[in-house]
């Protein structure tokens, strides 16, 4: 196949392009308007709840700290939640500024190799933030309901509950895995965040931008 | 009309002008990434809808046609990779029966087989050198130094002689 050849034929795609197209342009073009919007929506929506709830966070364990610093200092043990949960709430609007900033830099009207190199490197932060986010979920969750405890009741709950009813909890956590996993592989998108969360993604962007250094060496 | 309102209009028709002008140029692109008639019309909507927000960007003493390649081949390459982590959900979902149906290519099965066989970045290639683009400019729009630009061509076109001759 030469590259007359190889022109011709490409033309003749070309046109059955511009056909179906000009075709369907109507009928298609809201439909499109609509899904292209929910999804950039959705680009948008997690970075921007992540900053939300951090932010949230943030602020009311910073009061909550401030409110009974004496009594936190006397004991410092029960200080330990809130600041973690401190700690982790400034880590996620870090994160979470740095993909706003990152995705506003993204311009496609730049070299091919350097733009999907930022968009591939954009992808790999969201995904470790994901990674970052599951990791430490699960514990906070644990450390959250405490703070409630502290700060409505005034009752720090690790001091307060018996030895039983947290190893029913721990014994409860274990018998959802099975039920867990099963809710997991029957949803498209738990899937996509279960290869997030393993760690799939990374990799498979890794090799991307591995395979765009390849590409750019001679 | 207040003024802001006239920029904004006359911003929109020179876009849609320079857009109708280079028309050709997403074809080009979307005949190389995507082949089933709902996926060209998606990618096309994707491509031209890009192009307008990256349009503000758009410095007018650059070729159009070279910004505008670069856009919708970034489009395009994010687009093909997007649809492929998708099919693999699919799969690893057992979510068979809502892949697509086999593609038939009609009177370019030979080309769709061979442009099939690569990679995203170097269908990018393949798709600026048959329009026949100088090896300057392809390797503006790709980022890659002239000198490079022609050695990959060179191996692309080895490749693809190959390819076709397994074929026929």
Redesign the interface.
């Known amino acids: 196949m030469d590259k007359q050849e190889f022109s011709t034929a490409w033309l003749a795609l070309e046109n059955r392009v511009e056909h179906c197209t000009a075709q369907q342009a109507t009928l298609q073009l809201q439909i499109n308007k609509d899904r292209l919007t929910r999804h950039q929506g959705r680009m948008r929506l997690v970075p921007t709840w992540d900053l939300i709830v951090a932010g949230l966070a943030a602020v009311w364990t910073g009061n909550f700290v401030a409110d009974h610093i004496h009594g936190l200092l006397t004991r410092p043990v029960a200080a330990i939640p809130a600041l973690l949960l401190f700690a982790f709430a400034i880590v996620e609007i870090n994160l979470s500024v740095r993909h706003f900033i990152i995705a506003a830099a993204l311009d496609l009207g730049q070299p091919i190799v350097e733009s999907q190199r930022k968009i591939a490197n954009l992808r790999r932060l969201r995904v470790k933030v994901t990674q970052w986010v599951f990791a430490w979920a699960l514990p906070l969750w644990v450390i959250f309901p405490v703070l409630l405890g502290q700060f409505i009741f005034g009752v720090n709950f690790i001091f307060a509950v018996d030895r039983g009813w947290l190893a029913a909890n721990v014994a409860f956590g274990i018998a959802m895995i099975p039920v867990v996993n099963w809710v997991l592989q029957k949803s498209k998108f738990a899937v996509s965040l279960q290869d997030a969360i393993t760690g799939k993604q990374v990799s498979e962007t890794e090799a991307f931008l591995a395979e765009l250094a390849e590409f750019q060496q001679a | 009309m207040n003024t802001a309102e006239a920029a904004i209009i006359s911003e929109q028709a020179r876009f849609q002008q320079l857009l109708e002008e280079h ?2 140029l997403v ?2 692109v ?2 190389t990434y995507a082949w089933h ?1 709902e996926d ?3 990618l ?3 491509i031209r ?2 192009l307008w927000r ?1 349009f503000p ?2 410095d007018s003493a650059r070729n159009f046609s070279t ?1 505008m390649y ?2 919708a ?3 395009a ?2 687009w093909s ?1 997007q649809s492929k ?1 998708r099919a693999k ?2 799969v ?2 057992a ?1 068979l029966a809502l892949l697509p149906a086999p593609i038939e290519p ?3 099965n ?2 769709y087989v ?1 442009i099939q066989s690569l ?1 995203e ?1 170097s269908r ?1 290639l393949l798709v600026l050198y ?1 329009d026949e683009r100088s090896h300057a400019e392809i390797g ?6 002239t ?2 630009v022609a ?2 061509i060179s191996r692309l076109k080895a490749r ?1 002689r190959i390819e ?1 001759a397994d074929q026929n």
Request: glycine letters at 6%; aromatic letters at 6%.
């Open positions: 028309k050709r074809f080009k979307v005949s008639s060209q019309q998606d096309a909507q994707d809808l890009q990256s960007r758009y910004w670069q856009v081949l970034n489009t390459i994010s990779r982590a959900r699919l690893s979902g979510d009609e009177d370019s030979e080309l061979l990679d970045l990018a048959i503006e729009i790709l980022g890659l130094s000198g490079n050695t990959k693809l076709a």
